[in-house]
């Protein structure tokens, strides 16, 4: 089975930098998401990870180390828009040549001017 | 050109009552999905299509029937509807035929059981 860890909530000043943070615990990783969903609205795709290492795009960057079971969605020069739920997803391997993702259960962000 | 779109946008029906909700993507991809986002907002997969064909079926109750006419649609069916389904339901679509790549979503339908 599969067992996605991130923080519930989080604030942070407009301004500043932000660290979500994504433990997991999978049998047949195969790649890590970060999506966006603001409220009353539908999840967006923010980033892939499949090898260990930063991927950077714009004001967010995310890292995964496999080994650790670990990611981490980082969000700079944070903005008011930044306010809504980010979303840790794995694909996992279930079997018959076919993948599943899983998310986790999503960490609110409230910027504060 | 909408990418991936859902009908009805909101539904709100009685207990007991069978329902339907429409999916279509026009992105030509392989696989598509049904999820179920309750109100903690955890997003839960239900059901995973690749071209017509049922690939994955979490743990759902058999009242939800999946079917896919073709590529392009897959629309779920929910018989006998309870309280514990109101919900938001989201369709998505992916590229690869092996599934689990990036999810693009509809705008979800939010299901309200009275």
């Known amino acids: 089975g599969q067992n996605i860890d991130q923080p519930t909530e989080m604030t942070a000043t407009e301004g500043a930098i932000v660290q979500i943070n994504c433990t997991y615990q999978?049998?047949?990783?195969?790649?890590l998401f970060w999506y966006q969903q603001h409220a009353g609205e539908a999840p967006t795709f923010l980033s892939y990870n499949v090898l260990d290492g930063l991927e950077e795009k714009g004001r967010f960057s995310s890292f995964l180390s496999r080994s650790k079971g670990y990611s981490y969605l980082l969000l700079k020069e944070l903005q008011m828009k930044d306010s809504a739920s980010y979303l840790c997803a794995v694909r996992d391997y279930s079997g018959g040549g076919s993948y599943i993702p899983t998310f986790g259960r999503g960490t609110s962000l409230i910027v504060h001017p | 050109d909408t990418a991936v779109s859902q009908t009805p946008k909101y539904l709100v029906t009685q207990m007991g009552n069978d329902k339907s909700i429409k999916c279509e993507q026009n992105l030509g991809h392989d696989t598509m999905y049904w999820y179920k986002q309750d109100s903690k907002k955890f997003l839960k997969i239900m059901f995973s299509y690749n071209n017509k064909e049922l690939i994955i079926n979490e743990t759902v109750p058999n009242r939800f029937s999946p079917k896919s006419p073709d590529k392009a649609h897959l629309n779920l069916h929910i018989n006998s509807l309870e309280l514990g389904d109101s919900a938001v339901y989201f369709c998505?679509?992916?590229?690869?035929?092996?599934?689990?790549?990036?999810?693009?979503f509809g705008p979800g339908t939010r299901l309200t059981v009275l």
């Open positions: 999978t049998s047949g990783f195969n790649g």
């Open positions: 998505a679509s992916s590229q690869e035929r092996r599934g689990g790549d990036t999810q693009y």
